[in-house]
């Protein structure tokens, strides 16, 4: 079945430092990769997705590359501030999962960001 | 822009009880979906609808029912709950032919 490895956190940064957060999946085909960030006390948010291999997603400062070689799409950030203090979610829905699609995810990164 | 609204948002549940969460989505999309959300373990789905009319069991599906009452509403029942099921629950959904799952704000509920 499909599933997704995440670095594992918590992951705390300074303002202005560079961030990497590490996402890794298996999934037969090629499937959609998405993160997702959740900020305190809030739902999951859609921060950026890639749909097919070498497609790069970007929003908001975020970047995240579909690598089909190493099956991976790790989020990167090249100055990270306060605001970015949140839990990143990196998740794919396959090919093969059924009528609705749904989505597999990671376990989640906790980033702090102190100032 | 209301998007995926649930109610309630927090809940304390004694063992035993039962509760409904509602979850409403005015985008007219298609799939709507229920997830947990625990500590270390991401989203595990709970159940979903590919569309009004029909349900399906997710990954971890024991202890709770589902109704897809039309195309807005998809609630979920705990009918007797237990302190394994304390956790933070999300609903979400899907446009037929969309890419993209939105997710309502969450529930937190807590068994005692």
């Known amino acids: 079945g499909n599933s997704v490895t995440q670095m594992e956190g918590p992951v705390t940064l300074s303002e202005e430092a560079f961030l990497t957060i590490n996402c890794t999946y298996t999934?037969?085909?090629?499937?959609?990769l998405f993160w997702y960030v959740q900020y305190p006390g809030e739902g999951l948010q859609l921060l950026l997705k890639a749909t097919k291999a070498d497609d790069k997603g970007s929003n908001k400062g975020f970047e995240a590359t579909y690598r089909k070689e190493t099956t991976s799409f790790h989020l990167e950030k090249g100055s990270v501030q306060v605001s970015d203090s949140a839990v990143y979610f990196c998740a794919l829905r396959g090919l093969s999962s059924g009528s609705a699609r749904q989505l597999t995810f990671g376990s989640g990164t906790q980033l702090t960001v102190l100032p | 822009n209301a998007g995926v609204t649930q109610t309630p948002k927090f809940q304390v549940l004694k063992t035993g009880q039962s509760m409904t969460l509602q979850c409403a989505q005015d985008?007219?999309?298609?799939?709507m979906y229920w997830y947990r959300q625990d500590p270390g373990m991401g989203l595990r789905l709970i159940y979903y609808?590919?569309?009004?009319?029909?349900?399906d069991k997710g990954e971890v599906p024991n202890g709770y029912n589902v109704s897809r009452l039309n195309k807005r509403e998809f609630s979920l029942r705990l009918e007797s709950a237990a302190p394994s099921q304390t956790s933070v629950y999300f609903c979400a959904s899907r446009s037929w032919s969309g890419n993209t799952i939105y997710f309502g704000e969450g529930s937190w509920l807590t068994v005692v």
């Open positions: 999934a037969t085909g090629y499937p959609s």
């Open positions: 609808s590919a569309s009004e009319g029909t349900t």
């Open positions: 985008m007219n999309h298609n799939s």
